[in-house]
């Protein structure tokens, strides 16, 4: 299997991407393909594709902020079962994020990621691909040291619509096990870069983002 990064949109291997990124997750979270051009020539937006016999069976869209000496993950795609695409991408992320904070003159200090709740909102079909169901990839990044930050959780549509997404977690994943709570200005600030695309934000996420300016720190709990 081969990690291949995608940063233009005129390579065959994002259409097939794209392809996969409609079939896997609901509407409101893909980025139309067009709207992917500037994304995907950004040098500190990292796309790859795990390719398997030609065919693009997986893929994960991450970024490494410098500043903050943090990374997110936007999103994780597992084709197929039986490949063994999670932990191949897991790692291969790893790697290149531990590199990019060693050239950074630091050590990764953590990870951010939305991650879906099932237990909230249950109808996320995930293209019929059991590896993508809600309820194993919780657990899948729980065992990886993820952990859910204390506060409920929206986002806005990328569909740029002005509509609140429910039924996630936001959470972070400590390089240091023993960390229980981050500041919650990190949230504020890495959330209002995160989203500064979108023109249109819902008034649930405005009110969530004043509710964290409010606070000092935000706990990490069990996912």
């Known amino acids: 299997m081969e990690y291949i990064r995608v940063n233009n949109i005129e390579d065959p291997l994002f259409a097939k991407m794209h392809t996969l990124l409609g079939e ?9 393909f067009e709207l992917w051009k500037e994304p995907l020539e950004d040098p ?3 796309v790859f594709v795990a390719v398997h016999e030609g065919e693009v069976v997986g893929s994960t869209e991450y ?14 795609i597992i ?33 951010f990621a939305e991650i879906y709740n099932p237990y909230e909102r249950e109808d996320f079909a995930f293209g019929g691909v ?11 990044l729980s065992h990886l040291g993820y952990k859910r930050l204390d506060f409920s959780y929206v986002h806005p549509s990328w ?6 997404v429910e039924g996630l977690d936001f959470c972070f994943m400590p390089m240091d096990e023993q960390l229980t709570e981050i500041p919650s200005y990190w949230i ?3 959330l209002s870069d995160y989203y500064s695309v979108l023109s249109n934000k819902p008034q649930q996420w405005l009110d969530m983002i004043e509710g964290l300016k409010q606070k000092d720190t935000v706990a990490l709990l069990p996912l």
């Open 63 to 76: 970024r490494y902020y410098p500043d903050w000496n943090i990374a997110m993950t936007d999103f994780t």
């Open 24 to 32: 896997i997750f609901p509407p409101e979270e893909v980025l139309e």
């Open 159 to 164: 569909k740029n619509d002005g509509e609140a």
């Open 188 to 190: 504020v600030e890495f």
């Open 130 to 140: 059991m590896a993508m169901n809600p309820y194993v990839r919780r657990e899948v």
């Open 79 to 111: 084709g197929q079962s039986g490949l063994g695409i999670g932990r191949f991408l897991a790692k291969k992320r790893e790697e290149d994020l531990h590199r990019l904070a060693q050239e950074n003159g630091k050590t990764l200090f953590g990870m």
């Open 44 to 46: 500190s937006i990292r």
